[in-house]
DNA sequence: TCAACCCATATTTTCGAAAATCATACCGTT
DNA sequence: AACGGTATGATTTTCGAAAATATGGGTTGA
């Protein structure tokens, strides 16, 4: 079946309407679709090639998600930024984050320690190869990403995980906002070594309070650097 | 313009599509559509009158909540139930509730004593009134999803709440689920009335405690009298 | 001048047919 | 009998037209 002939956009899931989700989700935390902005049907038509009702399945999926505004009867908008927003989305962060390091610090196997170390090392990599602004480079940012998540991957519970996984992209979108107005990258990469050390040799309490500091920096960072973006709302 | 001749069924929200997500969630939760139940399309359609697109948007949301299980390009059924996604999200609501507790005793005002103190006024009076089993009436279960959502209503964060809100609705299923075969309902009234008076007193410490034991108390509950239902799967 | 109303247009929302995909039973071959 | 492939029916998924609803402008009357 040449199916790729026929249909040659369905990279990510079976389906069109998961695809889409994919596609417009990597959109909107990338800022590239900004805040705010008005989701019209005729718009996304020409721009993902899906009908009404598959763009409607997305949408909807992306509001359950927070990264999406649903007003009835008035369409679909980019869910807006605010201060406000900025401080939930980072204390509900604290809150599972440290649930879920101390979890995966005290059932984590061999296998876990070995994900943290190697995604750490390949987010070092990264970040020696090209010590440009991080955030504008994908590679940084998958690799960023996963190593955060390898290291709570061995928690246990598929339903914080997943709480975690909606909290860790709508804050990504706001690193976005700031990164094209912050002028250096603060110190990341020590923040994670230091994280990765406390982690493997089992210090809950230590890893745990770097953890901390660090959703919550990066928070301040943002919030300073995005500032003339979250209050004229 | 009578429109309610035209179109009676829209009870809640503007959109049909809005309507039939919150009509479907009250029966998965209800086990109205017992876990892990088929949801056909065609079935669908002619038990909620609607169209194809229209069905698939409610159930794409309700998957995002939990509450349903979307298998690509296989359709959708209820999300099955089991023993470990009851511990998970007593756990995940334990995180969370705890949390929501402390900080709605930190900043609640008098509206929010009030509003404690009349929803478990309300909820005492009907199972005064009505000594049956509770969960088999409608009126209790609303009472009581109410005085729990007033505990916590004053602590603001509308994020977290969000994410409690979903966990309160996956959990009260798993209460529905085992209703049918508990003998006879644990004192929840001197429960309830406990965690008020801690609640208003200020002693969040106390408030804490008796909020895990209440949540740890009914998930054990479950996991006993539907243990036949959470382990054959 | 201002508000209220209606109309025209833009946009969203819903529908059922059509296409795509999956599940099953059947058949032929080994 | 076991296996692999294929046709068939059932089901999901997608589409674009049509209905419903919101928006904006212009007119009227006070």
Not at 176 to 201: T, V
Request: aromatic share 6%.
């Amino acid at each position: 079946m040449p199916d790729s002939a026929i249909r040659p956009r369905k990279e990510f899931g079976k389906t069109i309407a998961a695809d889409i989700t994919h596609r417009l989700r990597e959109e909107i935390i990338a800022c590239a679709l900004p805040p705010g902005e008005p989701l019209r049907f005729d718009v996304l038509r020409e721009r993902f090639g899906a009908s009404f009702t598959t763009l409607r399945e997305a949408l909807t999926a992306l509001a359950a998600e927070g990264l999406v505004d649903a007003q009835e009867q008035r369409g679909f908008r980019v869910a807006p930024v605010s201060r406000q927003d900025l401080i939930e989305i980072t204390d509900a962060r604290v809150l599972v984050e440290v649930e879920l390091i101390r979890r995966s610090i005290q059932r984590g196997d061999d296998d876990w320690e070995i994900a943290v170390i190697s995604t750490l090392h390949r987010l070092k990599r990264i970040e020696q190869r090209d010590p440009e602004h991080p955030l504008r480079d994908p590679e940084w940012k998958i690799a960023h990403r996963q190593f955060h998540q390898a290291l709570v991957s061995a928690c246990g519970t598929a339903t914080l995980l997943a709480i975690r996984a909606e909290l860790f992209d709508r804050a990504e979108r706001y690193r976005h906002l700031s990164a094209n107005f912050r002028p250096r990258p603060r110190d990341k990469a020590g923040e994670h070594q230091a994280i990765m050390q406390a982690a493997i040799s089992r210090n809950a309490d230590l890893a745990v309070q770097l953890i901390e500091t660090h959703i919550r920096s990066t928070a301040d960072n943002v919030a300073t650097y995005a500032a003339h973006l979250l209050d004229t709302e």
